[in-house]
């Protein structure tokens, strides 16, 4: 059978360790394939946050596209995926994705994933939000598949380090395309 693909994009905003986290989930899922693409930012910050390079994190993608490879197949709808991830996703590109503003693969293939009506999950990441901010995600929100998933942090899981908080929201970000990550602890009530 074949693998469902996930196109994974990356943005300039800080959040580097949950991208990371994200391409190994979906590679440990054996029905799930990545296709990654980083934006200039995403590679600068990525080192800055991690000390890796891009380059040492591509072998966890099934694929990897340039950010200005308009053409390529997730920009088109008869691409066949599950849907997107942006992780992290900036204001910037949140801002481009609102406004049908497809300058680029990342901005491109969210808007083709919302046409389509695949899930698009954004893991928009800035704080204080403004209300230019909320306004773009509140109504990028009513659209059919696409999720607002800042990543936050939980405590009722009690992490005892930054690896399982990162664990943590990965898993959160992956469940809205089926991947249920090994040791994922939900919300059990009291």
């Known amino acids: ?23 190994e989930l979906i590679r440990q899922n054996g029905k799930y394939e990545s296709c990654l693409v980083m934006s ?10 991690t000390g890796l390079r891009a380059e ?15 053409g390529a197949g997730p920009a088109s709808g008869t691409f066949p995926t599950k849907g997107m991830l942006i992780v992290p996703c900036s204001m910037k590109t949140l801002a481009g994705i609102h406004s049908g503003y497809g300058e ?13 009506q695949r899930t698009l999950v954004l893991a928009v990441r800035e704080t204080p939000l403004s209300p230019i901010h909320l306004r773009n995600m509140q109504e ?5 598949g696409v999720h607002i998933v800042p990543p936050m942090m939980t405590f009722y899981h009690k992490p005892k ?15 809205h395309f089926g991947i249920e990550a090994e040791g994922y602890r939900r919300w059990q009530g009291i």
């Open 104 to 116: 680029n693969l990342i901005q491109r293939a969210a808007d083709v994933t919302m046409k389509e």
């Open 161 to 175: 380090t930054i690896e399982e908080m990162t664990d943590h929201i990965a898993a959160k970000l992956l469940e």
């Open 1 to 23: 059978m074949d693998k469902q693909k996930i196109i994974v994009g990356a943005t300039g905003a800080s959040g580097m360790p949950i991208l990371v986290r994200c391409l």
């Open 140 to 144: 990028l929100s009513m659209i059919p």
């Open 40 to 49: 200039r930012s995403a590679r600068l910050t990525l080192e800055q946050e």
């Open 56 to 70: 040492e994190i591509y072998p966890l993608a099934d694929k990897v596209l340039q950010e200005d490879q308009t």
